[in-house]
């Protein structure tokens, strides 16, 4: 190797292979055998990587593992800013991690943007994600294609693809679901699993929980919607249908 700037004990004490890289903190990078133009900063950043080349993880532990202690992590492209970030990554390229434990869990994931203390922190597989806001896609562990904005949007999701969630608290309960839209503080909170909803308005749809096909536009409107009669229902305006418990095949209130 060539070129390297090594600051800290056993910073980089591994390399053999790569050049252009900058190691600073006691045992960063310590495993670390091969690749090039990466940036680690901060104790035991990056320790058990083995290779991979053009990262940045500056904070303690992130980076830190390989994905399982044994140093073969082979990760290249991430950005890495704040204690935990990205700690379990292998081989998951082209993310871009900044707060405290966030992408945490992540090991294979690719493509993904999390902003936030634990933001999608539970993390393994689930890629091209954004997340953004403290704890927001916290508990997705294979979702893909969600977009989350806000603090504890779609906190705990688990899987889903192609969801849609901004406002605070919003879709809060949700596990699984696909094709959602969601939008305003606490709109559908209650909801665990619903598919191609569109809900949009403070505290809109707030009681439905696995309810599909549903628009639902305006301020508490679909409130009090639930399960038993929760499908393909168009409510629009404030407070429209706020009271309404049931409802199924297109019922219209606007």
Do not use: P, W
């Not at 997340?131 to 977009?147: E, K, P, R, Y």
């Amino acid at each position: 190797s060539s070129n390297n700037v090594f600051i800290g004990v056993n910073a980089g004490r591994c390399y053999r292979a790569g050049s252009g890289n900058v190691v600073l903190g006691s045992n960063a990078a310590s495993n670390v055998c091969g690749g090039s133009y990466n940036f680690f900063a901060l104790n035991c950043s990056a320790r058990y990587h083995c290779s991979g080349s053009n990262n940045i993880a500056i904070g303690q532990y992130a980076m830190f593992c390989g994905g399982n202690h044994a140093g073969d992590g082979q990760a290249s492209n991430n950005i890495l800013l704040g204690v935990y970030t990205g700690c379990m990554i292998s081989t998951a390229d082209s993310n871009i991690y900044v707060g405290n434990s966030a992408g945490r869990g992540t090991c294979t994931g690719c493509h993904n943007v999390a902003l936030g203390t634990n933001a999608l922190k539970a993390a393994t597989t689930a890629g091209q994600n954004i997340a953004l806001g403290n704890n927001s896609l916290l508990c997705n562990i294979s979702g893909t294609n969600n977009i989350a904005l806000g603090q504890q949007s779609a906190k705990c999701q688990v899987s889903g693809i192609g969801n849609i969630t901004f406002g605070n608290r919003v879709g809060y309960a949700a596990t699984d679901g696909d094709s959602n839209i969601l939008m305003g503080c606490c709109t559908a909170r209650l909801m665990t699993c619903g598919n191609r909803n569109i809900i949009m308005g403070c505290c809109a749809g707030h009681n439905l929980t696995t309810g599909n096909d549903n628009i639902l536009i305006g301020k508490e409107s679909g409130h009090s919607l639930e399960y038993s009669g929760g499908n393909q229902n168009i409510f629009i305006g404030v407070c429209a249908a706020r009271n309404q418990a049931s409802g199924n095949l297109s019922l219209i209130h606007i």
